[in-house]
């Protein structure tokens, strides 16, 4: 039912660079996005997962979005500049 499609493909290492942030700063807190008495931990199978998205999940997802009608709008964010772009340029 969605009109847009927004990817967000960052690199491998910025975000495990932001999970590990994540992990320092709320190690053993609940955060405000998660669910309650869900405390940020070390997750190494979650490391794993994140360090290789790009190389298994990413392609399949590609994969998915060649196959959307054209009569949706697909929208490839790869860094901060193109996030800020869309948001200026966008009617969300």
Same mark, same amino acid.
């Given at each position: 039912a969605a009109d847009k499609i927004i990817i967000l493909d960052r690199s491998r290492w910025l975000c495990l660079f932001r999970v590990l942030k994540r992990i320092i700063l709320n190690y053993g807190k609940s &955060? +405000?996005?998660s669910a309650e008495g869900c405390n940020e931990r070390f997750d190494w199978e979650f490391l794993v997962y994140t360090y290789r998205f790009n190389e298994? !999940? &990413?392609? !399949?997802?590609?994969?998915? +979005?060649? !196959?959307?009608?054209s009569t949706k709008e697909i929208f490839i964010l790869k860094s901060n500049k193109d996030i800020r772009q869309f948001l200026a340029n966008s009617k969300l």
């Open positions: &955060r +405000l996005d298994v !999940k &990413r392609p !399949k997802i590609y994969e998915r +979005l060649f !196959k959307v009608p």
